[in-house]
């Protein structure tokens, strides 16, 4: 079935690094756009970017340009996104999500968790 | 900086009829916007209910509906129900390949 099976929870100190992966099955991962969007704790959804996997292209909001770097791998239907010089601030939870070719997201990841602490 | 809003809340009997609202602080949401609609319940990923406005997304019931209202995008909960009790998130394309969510609105049906 469609699906998309994010990596295990993190934690990292304060000004590392996280990568957060996402892979897809059960549809042709080229075809389409993936999103980024993070839930800080008892917060709303705020999107992160976007990745196209057949090419180079990546858009990220401006709130995170210079920190965030989406990247795909074709070969294992897998998109990343790494985040650096964490904060506190970016404790959240963070979903990929494909989009629907209709300008939406249409299937999510189940999320993953990223504590950030000394 | 366009701003994307929608409601806080709202309070729904079951049965009832709710219309949700997401505008921005400066200017008309149009279809060009793409608008669209997700729905989350705590400790759970978003689902999406519609996209390009008014299309509901595969196995979405029919008593959701999407449209523009004035200078708004909308979704209407007709005969809510019991497990309709989530936030609700919209979601407007701004050009560029750029995205903003809405803050939520939380809906207690009651």
Same mark, same amino acid.
């Given at each position: 079935?469609?699906?998309? $099976?994010?990596?295990?929870?993190?934690? @990292? @100190?304060?000004?590392?690094?996280?990568?957060?992966?996402? @892979?897809?099955?059960?549809?042709?991962?080229?075809? +389409?756009?993936?999103?980024?969007?993070?839930?800080?704790?008892?917060?709303?959804?705020?999107?992160?970017?976007?990745?196209?996997?057949?090419? +180079?292209?990546?858009? %990220?909001?401006? @709130?995170?340009?210079?920190?965030?770097?989406?990247?795909?791998?074709?070969?294992? *239907?897998? $998109? +990343?996104?790494?985040?650096?010089?964490?904060?506190?601030?970016?404790?959240?939870? %963070?979903?990929?999500?494909?989009? *629907?070719? %209709? +300008?939406?997201?249409?299937?999510?990841?189940?999320?993953?968790?990223?504590?950030? *602490? *000394? | 900086?366009?701003?994307?809003?929608? /409601?806080?809340?709202?309070?729904?009997?079951?049965?009832?009829?709710?219309?949700?609202?997401?505008?921005?602080?400066?200017?008309?949401?149009?279809?060009?916007?793409? &608008?669209?609609?997700?729905?989350?319940? &705590?400790?759970?990923? &978003?689902? #999406?209910?519609?996209? !390009? !406005?008014?299309?509901?997304?595969?196995?979405?019931?029919?008593?959701?509906?999407?449209?523009?209202?004035?200078?708004?995008?909308?979704?209407?909960?007709?005969?809510?129900?019991?497990?309709?009790?989530? /936030?609700?998130?919209?979601?407007?394309?701004?050009?560029?390949?750029?995205?903003?969510?809405? &803050?939520? #609105?939380?809906? !207690?049906?009651?």
């Amino acid at each position: 079935q469609v699906q998309l $099976v994010q990596s295990g929870a993190e934690v @990292k @100190k304060p000004g590392a690094s996280v990568t957060v992966s996402c @892979k897809a099955s059960g549809f042709t991962f080229t075809n +389409y756009f993936f999103h980024w969007v993070r839930q800080a704790p008892g917060q709303g959804l705020e999107w992160m970017g976007q990745i196209n996997p057949t090419g +180079y292209g990546t858009i %990220y909001a401006q @709130k995170f340009q210079g920190r965030v770097t989406m990247t795909k791998d074709t070969s294992t *239907s897998t $998109v +990343y996104m790494e985040l650096s010089s964490l904060t506190s601030e970016d404790m959240a939870i %963070y979903f990929c999500a494909r989009d *629907s070719n %209709y +300008y939406a997201p249409d299937v999510w990841g189940q999320g993953t968790l990223v504590t950030v *602490s *000394s | 900086q366009n701003v994307v809003t929608q /409601e806080p809340s709202f309070s729904v009997s079951p049965g009832g009829t709710v219309t949700l609202t997401c505008g921005l602080s400066s200017g008309s949401v149009s279809f060009k916007n793409y &608008p669209s609609w997700y729905r989350q319940t &705590p400790g759970q990923a &978003p689902r #999406t209910l519609i996209y !390009t !406005t008014s299309t509901r997304s595969s196995g979405v019931p029919d008593r959701f509906s999407g449209s523009i209202l004035g200078n708004k995008a909308a979704l209407t909960i007709t005969g809510a129900q019991a497990d309709d009790d989530s /936030e609700y998130y919209c979601l407007l394309y701004m050009g560029r390949g750029t995205y903003v969510f809405g &803050p939520g #609105t939380k809906v !207690t049906v009651l």
